[in-house]
């Protein structure tokens, strides 16, 4: 696997977990006393985290309060945006 | 406050340009039922939402609409990059390029740009709650006809993502709707007051022994309009209090029969 591609396949795994946090979130939000989704919301909220550890600490910030820097750089207007289309 | 996180909720990845299916996907970025009205919608709305499962749920949804105009902004860049002249001629965007060039600007599809008339904050829990429920649905068959309009399967994956979206944030405002109307405070007529504006007031008390007593002094307070709300709390509470008023049985009386019912269905105001 070449760099963009594990590259890719981080920031995936970063959209999957931080997708399953939104969706318990949400219904969390209505069903407040459902401990099996508190359970799940704990359990995606420490892989979103996980996953956003490990790109930053390879690729710079992707979360941007105060975490702008990597390597002794401000990394933050280095890296593309997300609507950026590599080719 | 708010705090970004650099990447798309749902990946978008377009290889081929279509600036005439940018031009009708931008109403789902500017248009009556698009993601920057949602947005504005509920986060507007949550700040006299009196049950904070509402304010949750309007927050949590009127921020991820914020990522969903991230997502829409996306497809129309993506959409709209490397044209020639002639593509913008023969595409038809020559009208939108004219005054935004390829800049993504939140307007619906028929040219008309955003405008806060696409939506509302009523100050009314039950009005709002169905208002979103509405402009879910909305969106929710915006996307169909998209989806309708093309078969590029760049575009239509994250098309799909959103119109998902829309479908599950129906589920949880139907459900704060549910939430809201059972703590209205009244369970058989949540329609007496507006809990997002008369805080503290218990409409259990309408329907009390002291129910006469209470119309004519609600109705001698709101001749001073200034002093409606405090006054017509104070009053309600201090009957409570001498639990006269919320007498269960003289409640039921009252529900039993539907005439009175319908008689007292009317908001203190």
């Known amino acids: 696997m070449n760099e963009k591609q594990s590259r890719c396949k981080l920031l995936k795994e970063i959209q999957i977990a931080s997708f399953a946090v939104v969706e318990t979130n949400l219904y969390l939000d209505t069903h407040p006393f459902d401990t099996d989704a508190l359970c799940a919301l ?4 420490e892989m979103s985290r996980k996953a956003i550890n490990e790109y930053e600490s390879l690729y710079g910030p992707i979360f941007a309060f105060g975490n702008y820097e990597n390597n002794g750089c401000y990394q933050w207007v280095k890296d593309p945006f997300p609507w950026e289309k590599e080719d | 406050m708010w705090i970004y996180q650099k990447n798309l909720q749902y990946p ?3 290889k081929n340009p279509n600036p005439a299916l940018a031009k009708v996907i931008i109403s789902q970025l500017g248009g ?8 504005m919608r509920y986060l507007s709305q949550r700040f006299g939402m009196p049950y904070r499962e509402v304010t949750g749920i309007l927050t949590d949804v009127g921020t991820e609409e914020l990522a969903h105009v991230e997502i829409v902004s996306a497809i129309l860049y993506q959409l709209t990059r490397c044209l020639t002249i002639d593509e913008i001629k023969s595409s ?11 800049g993504v600007y939140p307007q619906a599809a028929s040219g008309m740009s ?9 100050g009314d829990i039950i009005t709002d709650l169905n208002e979103d429920l509405a402009a879910e649905q909305k969106a929710r068959t915006t996307y169909d006809n998209i989806l309708r309009l093309t078969d590029d399967p760049d575009v239509r ?3 799909k993502f959103l119109r998902a979206r829309e479908i599950v944030h129906y589920q949880r405002f139907a459900e704060a709707l549910g939430i809201a109307t059972e703590k209205a405070d009244c369970k058989n007529n949540f329609y007496i007051t507006n809990p997002s504006f008369d805080i503290k007031c218990s409409p259990d008390c309408f329907f009390g022994q002291n129910k006469n007593k209470q119309m004519q002094d609600y109705n001698r307070n709101s001749e001073n309009k200034s002093s409606l709300n405090s006054n017509y709390c104070e009053d309600t509470m201090l009957n409570r209090k001498n639990s006269l008023s919320c007498d269960i049985k003289s409640k039921n009386t009252v529900f039993k029969n539907e005439n009175n019912y319908f008689k007292d269905c009317k908001r203190p105001y």
Do not use: C, M, R
Not at chain 2, 32 to 39: H, I, L
Not at chain 2, 95 to 102: E, G, I, K, L, S
């Open chain 2, 92 to 102: 038809g965007f020559d009208t939108y390029f004219v005054d935004h060039t390829a």
């Open chain 1, 42 to 45: 704990k359990k995606y909220s």
């Open chain 2, 157 to 159: 994956e994250p098309i």
């Open chain 2, 32 to 39: 009556p039922d698009g993601e920057v009205g949602a947005s």
């Open chain 2, 114 to 122: 955003f405008t806060t008339a696409f939506l509302q904050s009523k």
């Open chain 2, 12 to 14: 978008v990845n377009i």
